[in-house]
Nanobody, 126 residues
């Protein structure tokens, strides 16, 4: 399984970015997908996740109402639309996928995810 993120960059506070993650190597539409981020000196943290069907989404409290996760099961991609960005959103953002198909027991836990992309840098200036 390969995951390749894109769409990161430098943006001013209040701006928007849309991250994309292209997945390959297996049937995409049977697996949940997640986004995590890691800022310098901090642990990796959950950002958002989406069920295999796209019918359920999950968000960290810090991004709820500002970020939207979505997926396109035809294009084998998952997206993270980030609006009203804040300097504290600055981090490397990673796309992640589990080994098991179907629903996850805990969409928020990074231990549920086995495959990770290389990450894309998001920098929000004040």
């Amino acid at each position: 399984v390969q995951l390749v993120e894109s769409g990161g960059g430098l943006v001013q506070a209040g701006g928007s970015l849309r991250l994309s993650c292209a997945a390959s190597g297996r049937t995409f539409n049977s697996y949940a997908m997640g986004w995590f981020r890691q800022a310098p000196g901090l642990e990796r943290e959950f950002v958002a996740a989406i069920s295999w069907s796209g019918g359920s989404t999950y968000y960290a409290d810090s991004v709820k109402g500002r970020f939207t996760i979505s997926r396109d099961n035809v294009k084998n991609k998952v997206y993270l639309q980030m609006n009203s960005l804040k300097p504290e959103d600055t981090a490397v953002y990673y796309c992640a996928a589990p080994r098991t198909f179907g629903n996850l027991k805990n969409y928020y836990g990074d231990y549920e995810y086995d495959y990770w992309g290389q990450g894309t840098q998001v920098t929000v200036s004040s």
